[in-house]
Structure formats: structure tokens, C-alpha cells
């Protein structure tokens, strides 16, 4: 069992810059591909950014170029820099990980409200 843990979320003006932290409990941490999911209210949880083992990132169109994923295998910590953050960015944020032979783990959220 992994459990993720993630902080960082807040209120933001539109404009500004927020920092997600998601910590794994596991001595495994590199083995998952990690992402970055968030769910809208009334809407279905969405992709927001993944990063493989070896750090190959992928990105949802509609953060391209505004957010930037990370980790550091050595604190089993996975990040989610936002910038330029938009009102419709707004939404809980949810850390995940992935391994096809370990399964599929979630963190309980981190909200993020962006508004003037």
C-alpha cells in the first residue's frame, strides 16, 4: 500500500504561480510513473501531467508550456509547478501513481482556487 500526501494548494490570483508537493510512502518510489490529475466541480477528473521513472514528462494541451512536472526520486517526492495560472485552472489536484505490476494509488487532493 503507497500512500500520497499532497500540499502546496491555495488561492492564487489570476496571473500567479503555485507549487504542488505529492510525498510517497514507499521505498519504491521510482518504479511508479507519477501524475498529476484534477477534477473541476461538476466535471470528470482530468490528465494534467505525468513523468516516468526516467523523467519523461507528458502534458495536457491546456497546460502546455504553464506547468512543469518533476520529481526527486531521492525524497519520493513528485512536483507540479504552475504558472500563469488561469480561473479555470481551479480545481482539486490529485497525485497518482502508477506501476503495472504494483497497481494504482491516489492522494486525497489538494485544492486550488484561482480568482481575483
Known amino acids: 500500500q503507497v500512500q500520497l500526501v499532497e500540499s502546496g494548494g491555495g488561492l492564487v490570483q489570476p496571473g500567479g504561480s503555485l507549487r504542488l508537493s505529492c510525498a510517497a510512502s514507499?521505498?519504491?518510489?521510482?518504479?511508479?510513473?507519477m501524475g498529476w490529475y484534477r477534477q473541476a466541480p461538476g466535471k470528470q477528473r482530468e490528465f494534467v501531467a505525468s513523468?516516468?521513472?526516467?523523467?519523461?514528462?507528458n502534458y495536457a494541451d491546456s497546460v502546455k508550456g504553464r506547468f512543469t512536472i518533476s520529481r526527486d526520486n531521492a525524497k519520493n517526492t513528485v512536483y507540479l509547478q504552475m504558472n500563469s495560472l488561469k480561473p479555470e485552472d481551479t480545481a482539486v489536484y490529485y497525485c497518482?501513481?502508477?506501476?503495472?505490476?504494483?497497481?494504482?494509488?491516489w492522494g486525497q487532493g489538494t485544492q486550488v482556487t484561482v480568482s481575483s
Open positions: 497518482n501513481a502508477v506501476s503495472a505490476p504494483l497497481g494504482t494509488y
Open positions: 514507499t521505498s519504491i518510489f521510482s518504479l511508479y510513473v
Open positions: 513523468v516516468t521513472n526516467n523523467g519523461r514528462t
